[in-house]
T-cell receptor, first 110, second 112 residues
Framework: RKEVEQDPGPFNVPEGATVAFNCTYS??????FFWYRQDCRKEPKLLMS???SGNEDGRFTAQLNRASQYISLLIRDSKLSDSATYLC???????????FGSGTKLNVKP | NAGVTQTPKFRVLKTGQSMTLLCAQD?????MYWYRQDPGMGLRLIHY???????AKGEVPDGYNVSRLKKQNFLLGLESAAPSQTSVYFC???????????FGDGTRLSIL
């Protein structure tokens, strides 16, 4: 079983829509969680860290559910510029225990 | 703000050739990493370093070697390139062991 699993998508949504992605992780010892954004043929860029209490950054909200071992990312009022692949990253607390999901592709259309 | 810089950006090699990828960071980060990214597989850790003079194997280390002679630089070497090493290589650095990683813009390597 993979450490981190994501629905590859693509999620095709119109501008202004609300879209949510989930990411499941297999190891209950996981301690840190992040969402990265990766544009086509570019490097991953940190979108936001995910805290136990949940966190929000503008149109983006991240949640952690330890009991069910998943994290989620909610994007409100989608923009064309949100089109990208979103990577879920899970860390077990060690520098060499970062696990990257394969990513969920989002296409926001006019 | 340079952040993490990788050179070269693109390279085509023939099977059996050798080359070195260079990663430089100006954030004074202790931890540095080399990943490869292949379609549908996500990022996989090749080697990592927790400080100057130290290196360790990651998930897919075979066929690669690394060195960290200076804190700001992390080199990835391919001694005898194979077609299976065709990939996009990303270097990253982080401030702490559970801190988010910052990535360079990648090296696209093709082995013919």
């Amino acid at each position: 079983r993979k450490e981190v699993e994501q629905d590859p998508g693509p999620f095709n949504v119109p501008e202004g829509a609300t879209v949510a992605f989930n990411c499941t992780y297999s190891n209950s010892a996981s301690q840190s969680f992040f969402w990265y954004r990766q544009d086509c043929r570019k490097e991953p860029k940190l979108l936001m860290s995910v805290y136990s209490s949940g966190n929000e950054d503008g149109r983006f909200t991240a949640q952690l559910n330890r009991a069910s071992q998943y994290i989620s990312l909610l994007i409100r009022d989608s923009k064309l510029s949100d089109s990208a692949t979103y990577l879920c990253v899970v860390n077990r607390g060690n520098f060499n225990k970062f696990y990257f999901g394969s990513g969920t592709k989002l296409n926001v259309k006019p | 703000n340079a952040g993490v810089t990788q050179t070269p950006k693109f390279r085509v090699l023939k099977t059996g050739q050798s080359m070195t990828l260079l990663c430089a960071q100006d954030m004074n980060h202790e931890y540095m990493y080399w990943y490869r990214q292949d379609p549908g597989m996500g990022l996989r850790l090749i080697h990592y370093s927790v400080g100057e003079g130290t290196t360790a194997k990651g998930e897919v280390p075979d066929g690669y070697n690394v060195s960290r002679l200076k804190k700001q630089n992390f080199l990835l070497g391919l001694e005898s390139a194979a077609p299976s090493q065709t990939s996009v290589y990303f270097c990253a650095s982080s401030r702490g062991e559970d801190q988010p990683q910052h990535f360079g813009d990648g090296t696209r390597l093709s082995i013919l």
